[in-house]
């Protein structure tokens, strides 16, 4: 069973910077795509960042590209989310999720981490 964790969610001023961090367990993930998601009250949960373990390969949202940066670390197993340039309109709560490289849906969600930015 996966199982994710996600960290380094909190409040900051726009232009900033926030790192955020997704403790993965369960399985090796190998043959796994992991993705950033994020939602705001009253909205759907919408797609920010994703990437394919084995190969490193990444996508971004328009929104967040050239500002967000995804990445892995194989050994802990850890996916982080580095965002620069933060702005009010990033403020949502960020969600880690995991799905297997030949399915279309993600099926293991963190529990998702507040990020604030104020003006």
């Known amino acids: 069973q996966v199982q994710l964790v996600e960290s380094g969610g909190g409040l900051v001023q726009a232009g900033g910077s926030l790192r955020l961090s997704c403790a993965a367990s369960?399985?090796?993930?190998?043959?796994?795509?992991m993705g950033w998601f994020r939602q705001t009250p009253g909205k759907e949960r919408e797609f920010v960042a994703r990437?394919?373990?084995?190969?490193?390969?990444?996508n971004y949202a328009d929104s967040v590209k050239g500002r967000f940066t995804i990445s892995r670390d194989n050994a802990k197993p850890t996916v982080y989310l580095q965002m620069n340039t933060l702005k009010p309109e990033d403020t949502a709560v960020y969600y880690c999720a995991a799905r297997n490289i030949f399915r279309q849906e993600y099926d293991s969600w963190g529990q998702g981490t507040q990020v604030t930015v104020s003006s």
């Open positions: 369960g399985r090796t993930f190998s043959n796994y795509v």
């Open positions: 990437i394919t373990w084995s190969s490193g390969s990444t």
